[in-house]
């Protein structure tokens, strides 16, 4: 079945370091990608999203991008934040069906000052 | 900006009790679903919604839960014999018929503990 793997945390970075998650996808058909971001003691928040192959999200100096060749969605920021901890879930939607939205394991971030 | 919301906040039961947690999706939406994290873990899905009737729904989605669209607003999970590892955080979820497949709207979800 579809399912969504990420690298598993925590990840430490110093403020104004580079952050990469890795998430890839397993997926029939062409899924829907998203990043979720959960702050502590809150509800889930879309961070961003692609559509199809090669569309590149962007929020907030967050970006990902849909590689349908690799079967990647990788989370990137240039410059992190200590407000940037949280942590952070890769997800798929399917395309049919119910459309549920099929979440990785969540990798959480600490940005040190 | 329109927003999912979800009532109550936190719900405490007595194991074996019944619990409805609700939510109020956004009003042009057309699916609905539920999910649920257990502390520290990941969001599974539990059930998705549509035109009156289930669409899909998981393992963990077994006899002892219902859903319900009583009127034209609300949408609830009911459990009907609560379970120690029922204990998580209940999410409601809805979308749009154009938004198919895009996103889905979360609302703050409703933490429910079972003693």
């Known amino acids: 079945g579809d399912s969504v793997t990420q690298m598993e945390g925590p990840v430490t970075l110093s403020e104004e370091a580079f952050l990469t998650i890795n998430c890839t996808y397993t997926?029939?058909?062409?899924?829907?990608l998203f990043w979720y971001v959960q702050y502590p003691g809150e509800g889930l928040q879309l961070l961003l999203k692609a559509t199809k192959a090669d569309d590149k999200g962007s929020n907030k100096g967050f970006e990902a991008t849909y590689r349908k060749e690799t079967t990647s969605f990788h989370l990137e920021k240039g410059s992190v934040q200590v407000s940037d901890s949280a942590v952070y879930f890769c997800?798929?939607?399917?395309?049919?069906?119910?459309?549920?939205?099929?979440f990785g394991a969540g990798t959480r971030l600490f940005v040190k000052a | 900006e329109p927003e999912v919301t979800q009532t109550p906040s936190h719900q405490v039961t007595q194991m074996g009790q019944e619990v409805i947690l609700r939510c109020v999706p956004i009003s042009n939406h057309l699916y609905f679903y539920w999910y649920r994290q257990i502390l520290g873990q990941k969001v599974e899905f539990l059930v998705s919604f549509y035109n009156n009737e289930i669409s899909e729904k998981s393992e963990i989605f077994d006899d002892q839960f219902s859903v319900e669209r009583p009127d034209g607003s609300n949408f609830t999970l009911k459990i009907r014999s609560t379970k120690l590892e029922d204990s998580a955080m209940y999410f409601c979820?809805?979308?749009?018929?154009?938004?198919?497949?895009?996103?889905?709207?979360f609302g703050p979800g409703t933490r429910l503990t079972v003693l």
């Open positions: 979820a809805s979308s749009d018929r154009t938004s198919g497949v895009g996103e889905q709207f």
């Open positions: 997926a029939t058909g062409y899924p829907s």
């Open positions: 997800a798929l939607r399917t395309n049919t069906g119910g459309f549920k939205t099929i």
